[in-house]
């Protein structure tokens, strides 16, 4: 694709950024930051088309996993972590992976990224099937990691999506539902880490977040599945249990330790 014109590789509109005040680039990195939200909002059908089609799926006994490089690898893998502390869910149902393995997540792997045929070795690995769903993410658009996967997993029947900051990628042209942010021309030019990144999560977001609630796992608008993992999350289970079942806190309490979830103790108190 000779032609393709990278957006994310566009000149910064600011310049000089050595000789700004500490000020003036907190404010102008912001006012860039702004504009991401509006980027986003453009693309919710897209992101709607995805999270029905990834509901039917996952009720069926499907896995979402991510893939990406990077930033982009990094999110993915954030997204995926917060799903069992937050919703309840086993770790083997939302999967984040990065090109380079479990080490890129903290410290680069050189040239992982540019490895076409490594994402489906690594999904291959997970046992992968038709009902699963392959989510790339790639801020390019461009790389070799993020649209190999995609590309095989699509050909063998998988639900596909490419998240991208470049309409008209390689990218989005091989997923199924090609989700095509475009937040322009990042702060310091190609830093897609910025931007890029800050779509990547919003997105994100709104993906798994919305397939938790469409598959149940809120009731209202509270995380009732959550685990019970420190302190904080008990208090704010017991105090769920307040609201919801009209008790004192050290009620609330005693009734969360004897059903050991939240939702349970809604379900069960009482009858």
């Known amino acids: 694709m000779s032609d393709f014109k990278k957006i994310t590789e566009v000149d910064s509109v600011y310049d000089r950024l050595e000789h700004m005040s500490t000020s003036e680039l907190l404010t102008n990195i912001n006012q860039e930051d702004q504009k991401v939200a509006a980027s986003v909002a453009l693309v919710i059908p897209k992101i709607e088309q995805l999270v029905e089609q990834l509901t039917e799926r996952f009720l069926k006994g499907g896995r979402l ?23 309840g869910l086993p770790h083997e149902r939302v999967i984040g992976l990065i090109a380079g393995g479990d080490s890129a997540i903290r410290k680069a792997v050189e040239f992982a990224e540019d ?45 596909t999506a490419g998240i991208t900051n470049n309409p008209g990628s390689p990218l989005a042209l091989e ?11 990042e702060f310091v030019t190609g830093s897609t880490r910025m931007k890029g990144g800050t779509s990547q999560k919003l997105a ?36 769920y249990l307040m609201d919801s079942l009209g008790l004192d806190y050290k009620t609330a309490t005693e009734v969360l330790q004897k059903y050991g979830s939240v939702k349970k103790a809604m379900d069960e108190y009482g009858k």
Do not use: C, H
């Not at 997923?175 to 021309?185: D, L, N, Q, T």
């Open 65 to 87: 996993f991510y893939i990406g490089a990077g930033t982009s690898g990094r999110l993915g893998i954030l997204d995926a972590s917060e799903i069992p502390p937050t919703f």
């Open 115 to 159: 490895d076409r045929e490594q994402a489906w070795k690594d999904l291959e690995a997970f046992g992968i099937n038709n009902m699963d769903t392959v989510v790339g993410i790639a801020s390019s658009g461009t790389t070799p990691y993020v649209i190999g996967g995609v590309s095989t997993a699509r050909k063998n029947g998988l639900l």
């Open 175 to 185: 997923a199924e539902i090609p989700i095509e942010i475009p937040v322009g021309p």
């Open 204 to 239: 994100l977001n709104m993906i798994s977040t919305a397939l938790m609630i469409r598959i149940g796992r809120v009731r209202g608008n509270k995380m009732v599945n959550m685990q019970l993992s420190n302190n904080k999350l008990v208090d704010r289970g017991t105090r």
